[in-house]
Structures are given as structure tokens and as C-alpha cells.
């Protein structure tokens, strides 16, 4: 780690990111990144992993798990909570290959990059990096997985985001299209053995489709859709924490042609995002970015009214291209 700097004098002086060194969850090697209006913190003994998101001060809006904070070794995969990088198609043991080791470190001023050991069962090297914005609570997070191994490894990058309700997910549906206009069907919907379609945490909207966490609901739920529209939020009381993410129509996705997926278990939910299926060979990498926003905003529950809420919204935000 190259030391807490400042970004560089070319930037506008109110404009600045502050990076500290900071003791979190029990892990004494932690770095906080805050610009004055959003801080993320990030664990280096265990991960990659970024464990808070939130105003300077506020709430997480990040999950985590207390028995798990601060513990580090071993081969048990722990979820910890946050923000994680995994690999897919999910396959057991390979996708839950253990990130309980240091990880390295690099800050430039501008950017966090943490790098994860090569894992041994795999091959594959994971590696998330974070640019702050400088004065608004965005955020770009850069995943990537590297093949470390002597052979082709056809993989997705699968950035996974644990929130803490309650709150809900809101995945767009697709633009309406008549039947007169088009014959062919616009998206794909993938169903899990354990997906309870008349579960009461789905609202399956015309316009968007919302999945609520339940502390009282200690079953597993999950739906995964390609999702063209390129964004997913989730929401909780007055705060909305808004993903973009690229859609290639040109790719294969896993998971039945899935790059969006939601999962949902008690008071957790993961909001989840894919790349495409990439065959990496050996020495090379495969990237997903996602870029966070999080906004004051307090969505209603119908269609129109979260329309009223999230059109403006988005409109503030910036789409990724392929």
C-alpha cells in the first residue's frame, strides 16, 4: 500500500477522496474510503471483500454476519457478508473456494485495488479495484479473474452484493412490445429448484419485478432474468442503492442466459450481477464493472410509483457499454 494521499492537486480543491487505515469488524487491517457523501470499507485480512457502504456515519447497507466478523484462516467458506467476487457457473467445491487469506494491497490516489492469492483448487486469481468518485456517492467497482493456470478456463465474473433488509430488489422488466410488433419472446426468467413463484416476498409487476427479504421467511428464494435494461436496485427506507452493469447482446450468459440475480434468505438479499461466459487463457484476465449509486428516495410499491421514483434516478446515472 503506497500510503493515505490525497488525490492529486488537478482536481478541484473541495473535490477529494480521504483513504484511511482503520480497525472494522474486528479486522485490524481495514481501509475506509469517504469522499463526504458515501464511505465504503474495505477488509485486507480476509476477501477481496468490501464490507460497508454508507453515508459518512449512517447506517450499512451492507449485510454482514457477527460471528464471522474478524475471524480469518482456515479452509471453511464463510460469507462474512458485503460485497464478494465468486465465479460462475456455482459449482461445489470450485465456486466456494475459501477467501479467508490476506489480500494485496495497492492505492494510487484515486484507486483501492485488492488482489486475492491465487486459489489453489482453481487456478483463477480474483481482484476487485474501486474508484471513489470525488464529490458524489458513486462508485465503479472493477472485477476481475485472472488464470493463473496452464489451461483455457471458461468462466464468468459473478459479483455478488449482500444487503441488509428489510428492503427489496427491483429488476426492470423489459419495454412492452405488442403482439402485432414482435412474434419472439424478449427475455429470459430462470427458476431455481426452491423458487416459490406465489412466495408473498415477489411482486411480479408489469413494468418491474420486486423480491423483499423477511426476517420471519427462513427459506431460500431466487430468480435470475437477462436483463437488457442494464441496471437493479435495492431498496430500503429512504435509500436507494442502484447498480449499473453492461449488457452484451452478443454473449453467452450462465445460468441459462442469466446476468442479473436476486436471492434472497430471512433478512439478507443478494443483488447479484454477471458477466458473460468467457473462455480466459492462461495469463489473461475476464472483467465486469459495476457502478453504485446510492440516492435519497423513498419508492412506493406499484408500478407507477416506482416509476415516479426511479425514472429521475436513473436519468442521473450513466450506462455501460460492452
Known sequence: MRGAVLVS???PLHAQIHMEKISYGGWPNCIRLANGQLELVATTDVGPRIMRLARPGGPNLFKEWPD????TGGEEWRIYGGHRLWHAPEVRPRTYAPDNDPVQVDWDGRRLRLTQRVEASTGLQKEIE????TNRPVVTVTHRLYNRSVWDIE???WA??????PGRAVVPQEPPVSHSERLLPVRTMALWGYTDMQDPRYTWGARFVQVR???ERRTSQKVGFLNTQG???FARGEEVFLKRFAFDPRATY??????TEVYTNGDMLELETLGPLTRVAPGAAVEHVERWYLFRAAPGQTDAELDAALAPLLQQTEPLTP
Request: glycine residues 10%; aromatic residues 4%; negative net charge.
Open 254 to 259: 450462465a445460468d441459462l442466459g442469466c446476468n
Open 231 to 233: 441496471w437493479a436496485a
Open 68 to 71: 464471522q466478523l474478524g475471524k
Open 130 to 133: 474501486v474508484a471513489l468518485s
Open 155 to 157: 468462466v464468468a465474473p
Open 213 to 215: 427479504s423477511d426476517p
Open 160 to 165: 455478488l452484493t449482500v444487503c441488509q433488509g
Open 9 to 11: 492537486a488537478l482536481l
